[in-house]
Every structure is written in structure tokens, then in C-alpha cells.
């Protein structure tokens, strides 16, 4: 438990249960649910760096 004074009042949810729930919520949606990406626009001369390093790297971010 990350928090030991934390007491919540909603059972917690594994990742597994949340992932059938996230994927259940998408179908529910269909195309509403596709989410355009960032167009990158506004990045910063230091995120172009880091995604180009990525990019070399052989990464695809």
C-alpha cells in the first residue's frame, strides 16, 4: 500500500480488472474512443532531441 494513513472508501481495482474494464468502455465508445496524437507543434528544441534519440535508437515514441 503506497499510503498507510490512506484509507479509501472504494476497494482497489488490479490492472488486470481495470484493463477488461478500459477495453470494455472502448468498444462501448467505438471510433468516439480513437484519440488523435499531439502534433508536436509546440515541443521543445530538448523533446525533439530526445524523441529523435529515440527515433535512432530504433524506437518508435
Given at each position: 500500500?503506497?499510503?498507510?494513513?490512506?484509507?479509501?472508501?472504494?476497494?482497489?481495482?488490479?490492472?488486470?480488472?481495470?484493463?477488461?474494464?478500459?477495453?470494455?468502455?472502448?468498444?462501448?465508445?467505438?471510433?468516439?474512443?480513437?484519440?488523435?496524437?499531439?502534433?508536436?507543434?509546440r515541443?521543445?528544441?530538448?523533446?525533439?532531441?530526445?524523441?529523435?534519440?529515440?527515433?535512432?535508437?530504433?524506437?518508435?515514441?
Open positions: 500500500m503506497a499510503f498507510r494513513t490512506y484509507k479509501s472508501s472504494r476497494p482497489a481495482v488490479s490492472l488486470e480488472e481495470f484493463g477488461r474494464d478500459l477495453a470494455r468502455r472502448r468498444e462501448a465508445l467505438g471510433d468516439a474512443a480513437i484519440m488523435p496524437r499531439n502534433s508536436g507543434t515541443r521543445t528544441a530538448s523533446k525533439k532531441a530526445l524523441l529523435k534519440a529515440i527515433k535512432d535508437a530504433g524506437g518508435n515514441w
